[in-house]
């Protein structure tokens, strides 16, 4: 069974571009969940969709943001890149019940110069 | 969400038992404890998850102790490759919105 696939692996932009995120979550997992880790500030959780619908939200500006589609794949976006947006994209998937684990990605290393 | 505190960092001796050892004072009835492992440049991976008392598998143990404020997660006989940062969680509804605190690094030594 395949794992959780992030693309790109390693990303570099500028301040002020934009960038996409892809995550393919693990065959028949519906939720998928992005986490933002930084040295400075850890994993952070920024949301999570549940077929198709953003099902949770963390303290993020309205910058990022993200979608799912029908096949569960998941793709968040940042707008208006900022130097602070460098980190490394985690993304987790699950069956999406309670209380079930969480399985990641290898992530997407953002740098923005 | 229930806030975990766990230390900072630990250092080991290779061959030795482990144990880290997590507060979660504002534990919820339908929370449950799990842990996660993560090395540099890679997303966190599962270890052991438990409600009560004592869950064992192939690579640790987790003790809860009866009133669920804390737990301690127990890796026997470490390794090098054990050298990782230790997450303990505490969340209801899986990937609705898995809080992570700051771990604890764990540092292996030969």
Same mark, same amino acid.
């Given at each position: ?113 | ?29 339908? #929370?449950?404890?799990?842990? +996660? ?5 890679? !997303?966190?991976?599962?270890? %052991?998850? @438990?409600?009560? *008392? ?27 490759? #054990?050298?990782?940062?230790? +997450? ?5 509804? !899986?990937?609705?919105?898995? %809080?992570? @605190?700051?771990? *604890? ?6």
């Amino acid at each position: 069974k395949a794992g959780v696939t992030q693309t790109p692996r390693y990303l570099i932009k500028t301040r002020g571009q934009q960038v996409t995120l892809s995550c393919s979550p693990i065959s028949g997992h519906r939720s998928v969940s992005w986490y933002q880790q930084t040295p400075g500030q850890g994993l952070q959780f920024l949301f999570e969709y549940f077929s198709e619908t953003q099902r949770n939200k963390g303290n993020f500006p309205g910058r990022f943001s993200g979608r799912q589609f029908s096949n569960s794949r998941s793709e968040m976006n940042v707008s208006t890149l900022e130097l602070g947006d460098s980190a490394l994209y985690l993304c987790a998937s699950s069956i999406g019940q309670q209380n079930e684990k969480l399985f990641f990605g290898s992530g997407t290393q953002l740098s923005v110069l | 969400l229930a806030k975990t505190t766990q230390p900072i960092s630990m250092d080991s001796y290779e061959g030795q038992e482990v144990n880290i050892t997590c507060s979660h004072n504002n534990i919820a009835t339908n #929370d449950y404890i799990t842990w +996660y492992q993560q090395f540099p440049s890679q !997303g966190p991976r599962f270890i %052991i998850q @438990g409600y009560k *008392t004592k869950v064992t598998n192939e690579v640790a143990s987790l003790f809860i102790p009866a009133d669920r404020k804390s737990s301690t997660l127990s890796l026997p006989r470490v390794s090098l490759s #054990d050298t990782a940062v230790y +997450y303990c969680l505490v969340a209801t509804g !899986g990937g609705f919105k898995t %809080i992570f @605190g700051a771990g *604890t690094r764990l540092f292996v030594k030969a």
